[in-house]
């Protein structure tokens, strides 16, 4: 039985369709239709709803409610249990309109209606936030919310206007009760015939051994477009969200450890902490209602050729931990891509977690994304470069790429020919730019030529090269947007 409040009413669903998704049962079955199908991939937010949960901040604190926008038309229903589950018909209180929609109103949003309770409750989340956002941090909040029909400036004014004037709303006034409501239904098992939620990993063995040809997910993101895009279906599905051990992070003096089936979201503040480097690379990776439900754990297991985080695993030595639960083990990120699509899991086994160790002072990092749209693009080309330098010789380069190849990969060639080298000479920068030239054979596509991304590659490097003989200390990522292969880069 899956258990959440609908807004204030609690909720059981015994049997579901496996694939079901969230946006299918609020119009279908619950007839409510204020949450649109704009995409059905995660790109337009039409379909944002807001999922609230508890968060346990220790002893001798009171716990609270998290608010998460996130995209109904890819989120399958394992994702509500023990949740609260708000659309936009819940915002109003006896007919007198919540702060964010009559802050709308008054800052003159006008839209045709169709996106707009999208971001309304993209809005709606962002307002429960217990941090006052900016500009800045309103876009964020907004990055996955499109419209066609006017400008964004009166819909950013009206979110920046409702967050610094807040008052306390119907959902605040009743959170002590919500928060017990939903500490009850947590405490109830989960389970239905057809979506499979195991909340241990003894559990989630059985369920595998069990189910051999089912697949497994954490966020959904990926697997439900194979639903809502190739109108595949699956009558058995195992979802990973419930599983405490994945769901975990871990710091200590090595390294963090990620569980598989974290959202991005909430392992973001933690990772920039220590890897700052990978800011940009995080936030283009998808807008924020899908990085509150996609995982890196899932990122890393489709192996896709031109998933945005493998390559950053791999430039910084990462290890990913697997365990089918009888045994675990540890394998380098470097060996866990075998082929297109094809990993070093075994049927019964799934990613337990992601462990990334912390960079030396003398570590030089830079992560670029090349991509036809500056957010919420595919890669055309993603290379991550990790450079030790000691008393200005190569010491190591470790790097990762992305969209050049059958698999995220590294060139080891790179560090072998450049170690002991003066980092700062011209010959360094040339004799990587021709490991590089001849490293890959990438295909031509819809993204881009072979030779564009051959040439991109290169370039990248060239400007790591540069960027870094720059610097005297441990330098921030930027990630950039080259609109061609020879544009923006100097010579040297």
């Not at 995080?282 to 995982?295: D, G, V």
Request: charged share 20%; proline share 4%.
């Amino acid at each position: 039985m899956i258990s959440f409040l609908l807004n204030n009413e609690i909720t059981h669903i015994d049997q579901t369709k496996a694939d079901l998704t969230l946006l299918e049962y609020l119009r279908d079955q619950q007839k409510l239709t204020g949450t649109k199908e704009g995409c059905a991939s995660g790109d337009c937010g039409a379909c944002t709803v807001v999922l609230a949960e508890v968060v346990n901040h220790g002893k001798n604190t009171n716990d609270s409610l998290e608010y998460r926008a996130i995209n109904s038309c890819v989120t399958f229903l394992s994702a509500l249990h023990g949740k609260q589950l708000i659309s936009v018909e819940h915002l109003s209180e006896q007919k007198k309109l919540h702060p964010v929609q009559q802050s709308l109103v008054e800052h003159h949003g006008s839209q045709c209606g169709f996106c707009t309770p999208g971001f309304i409750m993209s809005m709606f989340a962002l307002y429960q936030s217990p941090t006052q956002p900016d500009r800045e941090g309103v876009i964020q909040a907004l990055s996955g919310n499109l419209c066609r029909c006017t400008g964004y400036r009166p819909i950013i004014d009206a979110t920046l206007k409702a967050c610094e004037n807040k008052i306390v709303d119907k959902f605040q006034k009743v959170e002590p009760e919500t928060i017990n409501r939903l500490k009850d239904i947590t405490k109830q098992n989960i389970s239905t015939s057809n979506l499979i939620v195991p909340t241990s990993r003894e559990a989630l063995a059985s369920a595998r051994a069990t189910y051999p040809d089912a697949n497994v997910f954490a966020g959904s993101t990926d697997l439900a477009l194979q639903v809502t895009q190739q109108l595949k279906t699956y009558e058995k599905l195992i979802a990973l969200s419930a599983v405490p051990e994945l769901n975990e992070l871990t710091e200590n003096e090595h390294g963090l450890l990620i569980g598989a089936a974290l959202p991005l979201g909430k392992l973001e503040s933690k990772l920039l902490q220590h890897f700052p480097q990978l800011s940009e690379l995080l936030w283009r990776f998808a807008a924020t209602p899908i990085r509150n439900q996609a995982s890196l754990g899932g990122n890393v297991a489709n192996a896709s050729p031109i998933g945005d985080m493998p390559p950053a695993l791999l430039a910084l030595n990462a290890k990913i931990h697997i365990d089918d639960g009888a045994q675990k083990r540890i394998i380098p990120a470097s060996e866990f891509f075998l082929d297109y699509r094809k990993t070093a899991l075994k049927p019964s086994q799934w990613i337990e977690a992601i462990f990334i160790p912390f960079t030396a002072q003398n570590n030089y990092v830079r992560a670029y994304k090349v991509s036809k749209r500056y957010e919420d693009d595919i890669s055309a080309v993603c290379a991550v470069f990790n450079a030790e330098i000691i008393d200005g010789k190569v010491h190591s380069i470790n790097n990762g790429v992305g969209g050049v190849a059958a698999i995220p990969a590294s060139v080891t060639a790179l560090s072998e020919a450049l170690n002991g080298e003066l980092w700062s000479s011209k010959k360094t920068f040339e004799t990587g730019n021709e490991i590089l030239k001849q490293a890959f054979s990438p295909l031509d596509d819809v993204r881009a030529s072979k030779s564009y991304r051959i040439a991109m590659l290169c370039n990248l490097w060239k400007r790591f090269w540069l960027e870094t003989n720059q610097s005297t200390q441990k330098i921030e990522t930027r990630i950039v947007h080259i609109p061609s292969a020879t544009s923006e880069m100097p010579d040297a």
